[in-house]
């Protein structure tokens, strides 16, 4: 009888915290989407949570890029879940094609340059990166230096020509990439 007492009452304590789980908006790194809408009807969407530049357990400004983003070690792009690409179009980046589907994003960020890396391989965590093996492209990326600190890591979809262009902003650090309809 104790040991069901015992069960009862670990599972009336427990139930809270798994539910809370579940809500993902309450995540110190919440989830965000950005989306773009093709000329055409066709669509790209991408699924990622947005770390803060100040730690949320301490509320302290981290140096993120260099720091917290080591430099020239594949990054996950956000944290979490994986980052996620669907695109109902063909895309091309950098020369390279990117065919309708879904896909995971990582970048490779160094001091002075970025690559925007999308993968095959889906349905991870983030972490780890699955290999090189598993990458669809590598593109470069525009950097430029922000004029303020962007304290949410973002994703942004801005509408550019035939497509749109990829942009990530945290810290004082702005990378970009166009991602162009393929006709």
Not at 59 to 64: A, L, N, P
Not at 94 to 121: D, N, Q, V
Not at 154 to 171: A, H, M, Q, V, Y
């Amino acid at each position: 009888m104790q040991k069901w007492i015992a069960l009862i009452a670990l599972a009336v304590f427990l139930t809270p915290a798994a539910f809370s789980q579940q809500d993902k908006s309450k995540r110190p790194s919440p989830p965000a989407q950005a989306d773009c809408k093709l000329a055409d009807g066709k669509t790209i969407h991408i699924d990622y949570s947005s770390p803060r530049m100040r730690d949320p357990k301490t509320g302290q400004v981290r140096k993120i890029f260099g720091g917290l983003v080591p430099y020239d070690q594949v990054w996950r792009t956000g944290a979490n879940e994986a980052t996620t690409l669907v695109t109902t179009a063909d895309l091309t980046a950098g020369g390279t094609t990117i065919p309708a589907g879904t896909y995971t994003l990582f970048t490779l960020p160094s001091a002075s340059e970025w690559t925007l890396i999308i993968s095959k391989a889906t349905g991870e965590w983030g972490i780890p990166y699955p290999g090189k093996d598993k990458d669809l492209a590598r593109v470069g990326m525009e950097v430029v230096q922000r004029p303020s600190a962007q304290e949410n890591f973002t994703i942004n979809l801005d509408p550019k020509g035939t497509g749109c262009r990829l942009r990530l902003d945290w810290e004082m650090t702005e990378a970009s990439v166009e991602l162009a309809e393929k006709k």
